[in-house]
């Protein structure tokens, strides 16, 4: 008989085994009803795997994509990261899923508001919905996870303010991002009991917190990152976020927003700082030396603020410094020599400043440097060899807009990691050094405004990664080298205003990225090569002010992409050919000053016309009526020719037509339209001298301005609008 007690307590360790796994089963089946029942609310997924299988649902979904299970077979964690979901959260049973600790669906289409019946996942330590299309206010309810530790609701559409619960309630969470929202100012007048003591990382920037400054982030004293960049903060920068306050920060954003007064010394005193981050703000003064302080710094970014004054020395003990921009900061002193002890900085921004003086040598020590951009300031000096042969690491050396002269140090070409070199608008002379045909990385060169001049070095059309060549300005001289169609990479071509001479090799017919082409103002000669036909993507063609000559091939026309063309002062002659109106992209026409006796005559495809400028020709015939569908045409310019017309009053139908020009031609008859509606509403000027008009110039035949009488048969009207 004492073998009872022993039968009594095993049924009821088995009883309670067996009601347990019940127990776990009957909920395992549950989650796996639940989870399906909100995939069939979805509009779209990739939730292939979420099927029943073996014909009952008993398996649970453990094995289904995104889901893992605990050791009884209970959902614990939902990973849906970027799984093409799109719907909302309406039909998610968040109170069956009592073990889950992770919710991920970041990076979904999914929209509508975040349930307050989220509050039902007590256990949950992590919740990222960010990068989704969610609405309306975060719920209140979110506060009442208090083991939740990592909340990421960035990057969707939620607005009004951030619950002071979140604030107060949640002392775990760590990881807070909210940016990229329409989130405003958690009211300060709440009770906030705590503020988030655990929180390390704060991410609030691009949403509507300003104008006045979250208060509460005075209190998240193990802050180590804050991002409050893009909220419209106005006023001064607070001097709570000194270090008695935030004893353990590293990262500061307060970019792009109202702050304005000078830099508080407070936050140059963070002894752990290494991003600091003021750009584009309205803080004034000068650049404190307490930024010597920082000696952890490894960002600084200051630019697009209406700073004053030098650059501090006090810069060189910043020996961590990896990124300086200081652009646009309205900078007024010589580049410290102090600046070259900064051995690890990868980046230099100080362009837009009133900075004068040579470069100091102490630059050459920037071993680490791969990008300089020192653009529109006031220095002056040569281009060091010194420089250029320890700056091998660069990729990206913007000089433009100052007053640097001598010649370009052959000792560039062993900067074999280039990728972009601006040297513009300087006072550089002598020749291109053959050199520059090393960097086989090179895709942006611009020269343009300096005082070059020799020939191009054939090497330059070595450069097969080149895709801007920008050298106008110049006093380049010979011919364009055949081997310029090896250059397949090239979008853009810039050499006018040089004395470049020869014709156009055919080899350009080979470049088949080009979409800006400008020769204007050289000295070419020769035909147009028929092969300019295949440039598809050609949206801009100049090669006015030359001396090329022959009829326009009508290859032309084959460019579906031409939008402007311009080909005045040559010798051009023959017929306009028809295929050019035919271009359906074309907005800018220009070619007067050539010798052409005819213009096309049907315009009916050319709806995107803007100007056409045709003065100066030999023009012929009848204005073409097709012009009528031209109904984008602003500039009309016929002057200087040999029309035989009556006045064109079917122009008035052209709706934004401002200038009208059909000086020196042989217009003849009276002027005068019928009355219409249209009358030339937008016309701004009106140039009919030197043609065989008869009589007056009716007041009442255009509505715009008060015509004047010039002579008796040439007349001109010109509104009082300048134009």
Known sequence: MATTPVLVLLFLSLSSIFSST??????????????????????????????????????????????????????????????????????????????????????????????????????????????????????????????????????????????????????????????FNHLENPDPHMPFNESMTSLTHLSLNHNSLGPEFPTFVFHCHKLIALDLSSNNIAGSIPTLLSPNDLIQLESLNLSRNQFEGPIPVEILSHAKLRELSLRDNKLNGSLPNEIGRLSNLEFLLLQNNPLQGRIPPFIGNLSKLQVLFLRNTSLSSNIPEELGLCSNLVKLFLGYNYLTGPLPLSLSLLTKISEINLRANKLSGEILPDFISNWTKLTNLNLCDNSFFGTIPSAIGNLSNLIRINL????????????????????????????????????????LNLKILSMHHNYFSGPLPSNIGNLSSLEAVILDHNRLSGSLPLEIRLLPNLQMLKLSNNRLTGLLPSGIGNMSRLIFLDLSNNQLTGNLPVELGKLPNLGMLYLSANVFYGSIPNSLSNITTLGILDLHENYFHALPHAFQNATNLVSLIVHENRLQGQIPRSLVHCEKLKILDLGNNMMYDKFPCWLESLPVLRILLLRSNKFYGPLKCPKTEHGFQKLQMLDLSSNEFAGYLRKNSFKVGNPCEMGSLAMILISKKRW
């Not at 895709?443 to 191009?456: C, H, M």
């Open 424 to 463: 513009c608008k300087n006072q550089i002379s002598g020749t291109l050094p053959i050199s520059i045909g090393r960097l086989a990385n090179l895709e942006d060169l611009a020269l343009l405004n300096n005082q070059l001049s020799g020939f191009i070095p054939s090497e330059i059309w070595q450069l």
């Open 22 to 179: 019940s127990f776990h089963i009957k909920a395992t089946e549950s989650e796996a009803e639940a989870l399906l029942q909100w995939k069939a609310s979805l509009i779209s997924h990739s939730l292939s795997s979420w099927i029943v299988t073996n014909h009952s649902i008993s398996n649970g979904p453990c094995e289904w994509e995104g889901i893992r299970c605990d050791t009884f077979g209970r959902v614990s964690e939902i990973n849906l990261t970027d799984s093409n979901l799109t719907g909302t959260l309406q039909q998610f049973n968040f109170s069956i899923f009592t073990n889950l600790t992770s919710l991920n669906l970041n990076s979904n289409k999914l929209f509508g508001t975040i349930p307050y019946q989220i509050q039902s996942l007590f256990k949950i330590t992590a919740l990222d919905l960010g990068h989704n299309g969610f609405t309306g206010t975060i719920p209140k309810e979110i506060g009442k996870l208090r083991e939740l530790q990592v909340l990421h609701l960035y990057n969707n559409s939620l607005s009004g303010a951030v619950p002071y619960q979140l604030i107060s309630n949640l002392q775990e969470v760590w990881d807070l991002d909210l940016s």
